[in-house]
């Protein structure tokens, strides 16, 4: 079993209605293939493009619409979840569970009473930042002057209201200096749900040492992304291997419970040498030519990302 924390599947749906099937589709993440990989959950992100941001809540909540179209569509297969005790649920149920995110806090257009709507619409974790500054704070950047910044006082608020709902604070790609304001100021533990190491992959999306510490002493977990520019954008093949060598790297930083998955499926371009959710077992694979037991796989399959989603969900 496992757990992916990112995929960009409903924006696919999104911008081509024609795939608008979540049991099968040309994509990399469906029912079918979910079934077949022995997912026990994925997070479905609603993201909202830059050019968006305006109307950004509006679209957002289209996107909701389609996967709440497709829960009724597919009801005998597949359920929207909102806790680990509703995945474990459906799961001796043989169904497909998926949780719903939103990829870019600018859709609040700093309006908070944004997020309980979005709550009670089963949202259930938010990555504050894109790529672009928003009303939340600054995004990663090759730019110091940029990537320094922190929270604006609407971030700091955001935060504290997500605490206070049981909403996951998502901190990838947050600036550094946002990175540092939500772990100061967060009550509850936040996650990076589809980033790297930055010592092997020198990324602004990735995290430094510092930051993979900071999240394994204040309860996170990091999801680990497919994207081979955030692995090693040098390299054609071999990339498996090499995200196993960020997988051990952050285990040494901060301990094997901080590492999950955060594929980025369908969000992502370029060479795969995992190209659908049906295929996950070549990770696994790949962990055992590295010398990572059984019980610290399924650690990263899904243990600890069970443990923390139980933990900061209410």
Same mark, same amino acid.
């Given at each position: 079993?496992?757990?992916?924390?990112?995929?960009?599947?409903?924006? +696919? =749906?999104?911008?081509? +209605?024609?795939?608008?099937?979540?049991?099968?589709?040309? =994509?990399?993440?469906?029912?079918?293939?979910?079934?077949?990989?022995?997912?026990?959950?994925?997070?479905?992100?609603?993201?909202?493009?830059?050019?968006?941001?305006?109307?950004?809540?509006?679209?957002?909540?289209?996107?909701?619409?389609?996967?709440?179209?497709?829960? +009724?569509?597919?009801?005998?297969? =597949?359920?929207?979840?909102?806790?680990?005790?509703?995945?474990?649920?459906?799961?001796?149920?043989?169904?497909?569970?998926?949780?719903?995110?939103?990829?870019?806090?600018?859709?609040?257009?700093?309006?908070?009473?944004?997020?309980?709507?979005?709550?009670?619409?089963?949202?259930?974790?938010?990555?504050?930042?894109?790529?672009?500054?928003?009303?939340?704070?600054?995004?990663?950047?090759?730019? %110091?002057?940029?990537?320094?910044?922190?929270?604006?006082?609407?971030?700091?608020?955001?935060?504290?209201?997500?605490?206070?709902?049981?909403?996951?604070?998502?901190?990838?790609?947050?600036?550094?200096?946002?990175?540092?304001?939500?772990?100061?100021?967060?009550?509850? %533990?936040?996650?990076?749900?589809?980033?790297?190491?930055?010592?092997?992959?020198?990324?602004?999306?990735?995290?430094?040492?510092?930051?993979? +510490?900071?999240?394994?002493?204040?309860?996170?977990?990091?999801?680990?992304?497919?994207?081979?520019?955030?692995?090693?954008?040098?390299?054609?093949?071999?990339?498996?291997?090499?995200?196993?060598?960020?997988?051990?790297?952050?285990?040494?930083?901060?301990?094997?419970?901080?590492?999950?998955?955060?594929?980025?499926?369908?969000?992502?371009?370029? %060479?795969?040498?995992?190209?659908?959710?049906?295929?996950?077992?070549?990770?696994?694979?790949?962990?055992?030519?590295?010398?990572?037991?059984?019980?610290?796989?399924?650690?990263?399959?899904?243990?600890?990302?069970?443990? =923390?989603?139980?933990?900061?969900?209410?």
């Amino acid at each position: 079993m496992y757990i992916d924390l990112h995929c960009d599947t409903l924006w +696919k =749906f999104m911008e081509d +209605k024609g795939q608008r099937n979540l049991l099968h589709n040309s =994509f990399s993440v469906d029912i079918e293939r979910l079934r077949k990989g022995n997912s026990l959950l994925q997070l479905f992100a609603c993201f909202v493009p830059s050019a968006q941001i305006e109307d950004g809540y509006e679209y957002g909540m289209k996107m909701i619409a389609i996967m709440e179209d497709q829960e +009724k569509l597919w009801k005998n297969q =597949f359920s929207i979840v909102t806790s680990m005790e509703e995945v474990w649920k459906n799961h001796g149920l043989d169904k497909q569970n998926g949780m719903l995110t939103v990829e870019d806090g600018g859709m609040l257009c700093g309006r908070l009473e944004r997020l309980d709507d979005l709550y009670k619409k089963r949202i259930r974790l938010m990555t504050l930042l894109w790529n672009d500054e928003n009303c939340i704070g600054y995004p990663n950047s090759t730019d %110091p002057g940029i990537m320094n910044k922190g929270l604006k006082p609407f971030g700091f608020e955001v935060v504290q209201r997500m605490n206070e709902l049981g909403m996951i604070v998502d901190v990838s790609h947050l600036s550094d200096g946002g990175f540092w304001d939500v772990i100061k100021h967060s009550k509850e %533990p936040v996650l990076a749900s589809h980033s790297n190491s930055r010592n092997l992959c020198n990324h602004p999306r990735n995290l430094t040492d510092e930051m993979v +510490k900071a999240l394994a002493n204040h309860g996170g977990i990091i999801g680990v992304n497919f994207y081979h520019r955030f692995i090693d954008d040098a390299l054609e093949e071999g990339l498996l291997d090499r995200l196993t060598e960020h997988i051990v790297h952050m285990r040494n930083q901060g301990g094997i419970d901080l590492i999950a998955l955060g594929t980025d499926f369908d969000g992502i371009t370029g %060479p795969l040498e995992i190209p659908d959710c049906g295929q996950m077992e070549l990770l696994w694979m790949a962990l055992r030519r590295k010398g990572f037991s059984e019980a610290d796989i399924e650690k990263i399959q899904y243990k600890n990302a069970a443990r =923390f989603l139980n933990e900061v969900l209410k």
